[in-house]
T-cell receptor
Framework: DQQVKQNSPSLSVQEGRISILNCDYTNSMFDYFLWYKKYPAEGPTFLIS?????DKNEDGRFTVFLNKSAKHLSLHIVPSQPGDSAVYFC?????????????FGKGTHLIIQP | DVKVTQSSRYLVKRTGEKVFLECVQD?????MFWYRQDPGLGLRLIYFSYDVKMKEKGDIPEGYSVSREKKERFSLILESASTNQTSMYLCASIAAPNTGELFFGEGSRLTVL
């Protein structure tokens, strides 16, 4: 049973516009939510995280919003740049702080069009 | 600088061969992980370790084993490689225990013929 879901396998956005990537989860015990970015033939790199007690976290062009009642989070990238083209993974950790690993979604391939 | 190093970036092996994937981290982290990444399936946890000689099964341990003889080194072993184990293998250590943030190596692309 998939506990972290990214329902859009791909998303195409024009350069300079806002990119919004969505993620849903089913496990209400998740404590932290994280976003990773992955280029082909490279390991994922950490982008931004949010605690379950917050509803927003911002870091430069990246903002993550958390709606606990809907079990939904989203990553906003403003403005989108060509280098943002990558696969984005949503991930969650439990109350153990991730000591037993993160649970990942299947990823969304973001394509930034010039 | 933080570093997780996977010894082989690309490997080609034959069905039935024994395969070792090595991972070394230089951050003195206790928790280390092996994931595999397949298109459309995301990252799936194979095994993890929270201490030397300790190991725990992840979500898809079948066909794999691991070894953690030293704190900095975590090896993934395919006892008899099969074609359905063709994948990108990713090693990670835990960078921030409170959030669960993982630091990943660059990955090992394994092709089993």
């Amino acid at each position: 049973d998939q506990q972290v879901k990214q329902n859009s396998p791909s998303l195409s956005v024009q350069e300079g516009r806002i990119s919004i990537l969505n993620c849903d989860y089913t496990n209400s015990m998740f404590d932290y939510f994280l976003w990773y970015k992955k280029y082909p033939a490279e390991g994922p790199t950490f982008l931004i995280s949010i605690s379950s007690i917050k509803d927003k976290n911002e870091d430069g062009r990246f903002t993550v919003f958390l709606n606990k009642s809907a079990k939904h989070l989203s990553l906003h990238i403003v403005p989108s740049q060509p280098g943002d083209s990558a696969v984005y993974f949503c991930a969650a950790s439990g109350s153990g702080g991730g000591a037993d690993g993160l649970t990942f979604g299947k990823g969304t391939h973001l394509i930034i069009q010039p | 600088d933080v570093k997780v190093t996977q010894s082989s970036r690309y490997l080609v092996k034959r069905t039935g061969e024994k395969v070792f994937l090595e991972c070394v981290q230089d951050m003195d982290h206790e928790n280390m992980f092996w994931y595999r990444q397949d298109p459309g399936l995301g990252l799936r946890l194979i095994y993890f370790s929270y201490d030397v000689k300790m190991k725990e099964k992840g979500d898809i341990p079948e066909g794999y084993s691991v070894s953690r003889e030293k704190k900095e080194r975590f090896s993934l072993i395919l006892e008899s490689a099969s074609t359905n184990q063709t994948s990108m293998y990713l090693c990670a250590s835990i960078a921030a225990p409170n959030t669960g943030e993982l630091f990943f190596g660059e990955g090992s692309r394994l092709t089993v013929l």
